[in-house]
């Protein structure tokens, strides 16, 4: 019996290729276990590589009935450099799924009217697209996924061949990887602080 098989993905529909990393990133947010995601291979989603958005259909029902697409470019081409899932390490795609997955978090708690005004937001104000992103870095950072978090940032901007312009936009839209070590700490500290609270 292959792993996949073993260990199960409520209401999850996941490609083979990115499997063990969506697999890895979903065991960190716990409140979508039930939530029904598919995650889907797609050509030329535009200056990204995966995009999290809520099934069109579901919009407007109960917020716990909304099932979510993370859809996945099959390649993605930056001025001359063409980037697919299979050349990036492992845990730099599970830090871009854990990403997504912040996106998921945060749309679950919104209303169908303030999905749709997000949708015309992010499509029309570059200070919203930040808000949008660092809010789901901050999202995956909280459930876990600093490190991956990290890893996917360091993978981008010092590590690929990815175009500056490209980098500079990953600079401008989302936190830092300083920002981000800080957050790790924070927790760290938080969790230190209540275990010392519990051991009185």
Partial sequence: MKQKDSLKLTNKQVPD??????YI?????PELKDTPITFKFKKNIKKSFMQAQPSFSGIFKNRKKRAYFIFINEEIKIEDEVFTVTSAPSEVIIGWIGHELGHVMDYRNRSGINLFWFGVRYLTSHNYIREAERAADTYAVNHGLGDYIIATKDFILNQSNLSENYKNRIKKLYLSQEEIVELVDDLEELREESKEKDSY
Avoid: G, V
């Fill in 17 to 22: 290729e990115i499997w063990r990393e969506a």
């Fill in 25 to 29: 990133a979903l065991s960190h947010y």
